[in-house]
């Protein structure tokens, strides 16, 4: 815990991103297990929109220079683009019923927005990566 307060106060961006991409991995992952259609799974889905979005808008400051980028940006932002075209798409669809639409969509959101990008940041030359291979799990 004392490490992520520690990313807390040095890098506040990252920790906020961090903290938002972990909620939608987790809420993600309890919307797919519950049963749809109902009160909470709307609750919880809102819930997720939320802090996909926060996910996104965070990630859209976050550079690395270390990777192949323009300006910045890395080939993995473009999932940010992706996430803030999606998102609005998602909802429009399950307004207006198309139910096996807005199910592939967001399913589509959860298993490349949360997990596969999840992953993508774990690699070591990554920030994250770094801290967990290197700090948090040096031990091991």
């Excluded at 803030?84 to 967001?106: C, E, F, K, Q, S």
């Amino acid at each position: 815990m004392n490490a992520y307060l520690h990313l807390w106060q040095q890098r506040p961006l990252i920790a906020l991103h961090l903290s938002a991409a972990l909620a939608a991995l987790l809420i993600g992952a309890v919307v797919l297990a519950r049963r749809k259609g109902t009160p909470d799974h709307r609750a919880l889905g809102w819930g997720w929109v939320g802090v996909m979005g926060a996910t996104a808008l965070s990630s859209a400051f976050i550079r690395d220079h270390g990777l192949p980028n323009i300006a910045g940006y890395t080939p993995i932002h473009l999932l940010t683009a992706f996430v803030a075209v999606a998102l609005p798409i998602g909802i429009l669809r399950i307004r207006r019923g198309d139910v096996v639409g807005h199910r592939r969509l967001m399913r589509g959101l959860f298993i490349g927005g949360c997990v596969i990008a999840g992953l993508f940041t774990l690699l070591p030359q990554r920030y994250l990566g770094q801290l967990l291979w290197h700090h948090w799990l040096g031990w091991v």
